[in-house]
């Protein structure tokens, strides 16, 4: 194995396939070589030992390093793959890697049931799509223009998918697998399938999840529920109402893409939200999804959006819509938002832009439809020091001359008599930043805090500015960090994210009413209703797991204080845990069984008694 470096590890991998015997290309093919990796060693010294897929009917194997044996099985354009871990060694990325000519004008693919089209011919070289949603994608197209040739996946269990241009202006897609322990084998089978089209791509992916009924939405139902007006947050700071100022409870869950799915897998989970009592379920906008490149909007994607929320409202259920991934989910690619560094979201122009088509697609199309709850500005915004970023040393001297004005100020607030100029005040180091020890370090974070509030509260105004109506709040932002920012105030409800209850196991109700005290009086303004939108819950924290079997909770301020606290439920639980049908082997086409109910949601306290029905 010889090491490479990080940006060239996906470049040289495999060796050419030729076409496959399952359908006739009108060209050189486009997938031109087709291979499994595995990123060993460190990211300080990085090794991508590959072991190609067989370019004929039979069976390759191989070893990756030592710490994984690989077994590749061909017959005409189907391919198998299993691969056993050996050792326990680190391991970055183990991905199935085709690689794709330069000449290709058009990638599609299929995110569940949701079809995309990214116009790739004049991206740069680097990151082109990335995401870690499992079983993305189902399906993958290469298009150019004297060929097309398509990857169908017919088993689920990949969990990443990352599309680059390498700089020959070649591309490769890797679709993840679990490394998994060592002893264990994960596997992979697909087919190539050249001279196909997306629809057709489409349609067989369809077939692989099983025929499943159908239903109606109850356009009655959610009649009824957009009837009741628009939720607010009421004066004391405690609850939401509806219009006509009756409780309500955002008791929900996360289900990111459900717009993706199809109508029958969202009447499933619906249906067992709405029987658990839950009132809200939350929604995110990828860009992946809904704008691969900015001049690239999924028109499919916005449609299904708004079908999802009068499904949503035919079973009694609000969306609370996250319009940004964020730097935490890589919103917008590195060839796209010109840097490396995904906090550099919030320290450039262009992503506000971008950010204002978004509100104008999104936002003003619904800002008079009660099945909206809330919109979230942000996922999880952070910025974090980060030696690749072209903007953020620039960014960070800028509000140091800001905060100190002089030279000789800084130095003496740094303690560094030898500084010799303010534009030469290094980031501090990653390691210095979390331990906040030193001036530069604290420093650096006080920073990143007024970069990201001045970020969301540009992104509140636009939102506020299109649909002043609906509730506004960030997903997982600090409140503090937007003390003494003008605009600050327009945020109605704080959203924060936890994983102590998973990672710790503290008494749940303790861990709640410590948000509240913390979060609820953020701003001076006023009180401000908690929603604790994504939280994982583990039985036993001392052998944590991804998730406990429950799937929805909420949680109430004391009895006698007055209106109930609002809690939504958590959102990173692996597959597993989420109420979608498991992935499909080759030899398994027929439907999933029913899905079990969930159990029933105990709202907060209402005259000193719990309730498990929503309150009337």
Request: proline fraction near 10%; include cysteine.
């Given at each position: ?350 992503p506000l832009r971008w950010y204002e088509e ?57 303690e560094q008599p030898d500084l010799t100029a ?195």
């Open positions: 194995m010889r090491p490479i470096d990080t940006f060239s590890v996906a470049l040289a991998l495999c060796l050419a396939l030729p076409p496959c015997a399952t359908g006739e290309a009108a060209g050189p093919p486009t997938v031109t070589s087709v291979g499994v990796f595995a990123w060993l060693g460190s990211w300080q010294k990085l090794e991508a030992p590959s072991v190609p897929a067989p370019a004929g009917d039979g069976t390759v194997d191989g070893s990756l390093g030592g710490v994984f044996d690989v077994q590749w099985t061909r017959e005409g354009g189907a391919l198998e793959l299993a691969v056993k871990r050996k050792r326990d060694d680190w391991c970055g990325r183990l991905a199935v890697d085709f690689a794709l000519s330069g000449d290709v004008a058009a990638l599609h693919y299929g995110v569940r049931e949701l079809p995309v089209r990214v116009p790739v011919a004049a991206v740069k070289p680097g990151a082109v799509v990335s995401t870690w949603e499992t079983g993305a994608p189902r399906w993958v197209l290469a298009e150019a223009a004297k060929a097309a040739e398509g990857v169908l996946f017919e088993t689920r269990n990949h969990h990443g998918f990352f599309v680059s241009r390498a700089k020959d202006n070649t591309f490769h897609l890797h679709a993840c697998l679990d490394s998994g322990a060592a002893g264990g084998t994960v596997r992979m089978a697909f087919r190539l399938l050249p001279g196909t089209a997306a629809d057709s791509l489409a349609r067989l992916s369809a077939e692989q999840s099983g025929g499943k009924s159908v239903t109606t939405p109850d356009t009655e139902a959610a009649a009824r529920l957009r009837a009741t007006g628009i939720v607010k947050a009421d004066a004391s700071g405690w609850a939401f109402a509806d219009a006509a100022g009756k409780p309500f409870y955002a008791i929900g869950l996360n289900q990111a893409h459900l717009p993706t799915m199809g109508a029958a897998e969202q009447d499933d989970i619906l249906a067992r939200a709405a029987a658990a009592g839950m009132t809200v379920v939350r929604l995110l906008i990828p860009d992946w999804c809904y704008r691969p490149l900015p001049a690239a909007w999924n028109d499919e994607a916005l449609r299904r959006l708004h079908d999802t929320i009068d499904r949503c409202a035919a079973y009694g259920l609000r969306a609370l819509i996250c319009l940004e991934y964020s730097a935490h989910g890589y919103q917008y690619n590195c060839s796209v938002h010109l840097s490396p560094s995904p906090g550099d979201l919030y320290l450039m122009p262009e978004i509100v104008g697609r999104l936002v003003t199309p619904l800002r008079d439809d009660p099945a909206v709850f809330a919109w979230d500005v942000s996922n999880e915004p952070m910025i974090e020091p980060d030696p690749a970023s072209p903007f953020l040393p620039a960014a960070f001297q800028a509000w140091l001359k800001e905060r100190y004005g002089t030279l000789d100020a800084l130095r003496n607030a740094w303010l534009a030469d005040a290094p980031v501090p180091s990653k390691q210095d930043w979390e331990q906040q020890k030193t001036p530069p370090a604290r420093d650096c974070f006080a920073f990143a805090g007024d970069a990201v509030a001045k970020s969301m509260i540009a992104r509140g105004k636009l939102v506020k500015a299109a649909d002043p109506n609906h509730l506004v709040t960030i997903s997982h932002g600090n409140p503090r960090q937007l003390r003494g920012h003008e605009g600050a105030e327009l945020f109605d409800f704080w959203a924060p994210h936890t994983y102590d209850l998973w990672v710790n196991g503290p008494v749940i109700s303790h861990h709640v009413l410590y948000l509240i005290d913390t979060l609820r009086n953020a701003l001076p303004d006023r009180p401000r209703p908690v929603v604790i939108e994504e939280f994982g819950i583990n039985e036993d924290p001392s052998t944590p797991t991804p998730c406990a079997p429950s799937t929805s909770a909420s949680s109430s301020k004391p009895a006698n204080a007055g209106a109930p606290l609002a809690s939504c439920t958590g959102g990173r639980c692996p597959p597993p845990c989420s109420p979608s049908t498991p992935p499909r082997s080759r030899t398994n086409s027929s439907p999933a069984p029913p899905s079990p109910p969930w159990p029933p949601t105990s709202h907060p306290a209402r005259n000193g008694r719990p309730c498990t029905t929503p309150p009337t």
